[in-house]
């Protein structure tokens, strides 16, 4: 099971940050993020927040298609090895 998303920034974090939660408490297990055309830093801090939540679950999640702009920024951040980015 997965969700996607296709905007996750500053302006609409906290949205999709529940979605995200609900997704992950209803089971969902992947990210697409392929779609995803604009981050920022609290594109990071969102799935951060995302992974915490899924771990705590005791289901890992993975995101798939991730975009380079994202593993760039996560790169900045040193947060590639915790959110599983390549």
Known sequence: MSFAITS???SN??????E???????GEHECD?????QVDSAS???LLA???????NHS???????PENLVSLASVYG?????ALS
């Open 60 to 66: 890992p999640l993975h995101f798939i298609n991730t």
């Open 8 to 10: 996750l920034n500053f």
């Open 20 to 26: 995200g939660l609900q997704a992950i408490a209803r």
């Open 44 to 46: 990071i801090a969102v």
């Open 50 to 56: 995302w992974q915490r939540a899924a771990l705590q």
């Open 33 to 37: 993020l392929e779609n995803l055309a």
């Open 13 to 18: 974090a906290k949205n999709v940050l529940q």
């Open 79 to 83: 947060v590639n090895d915790l959110l």
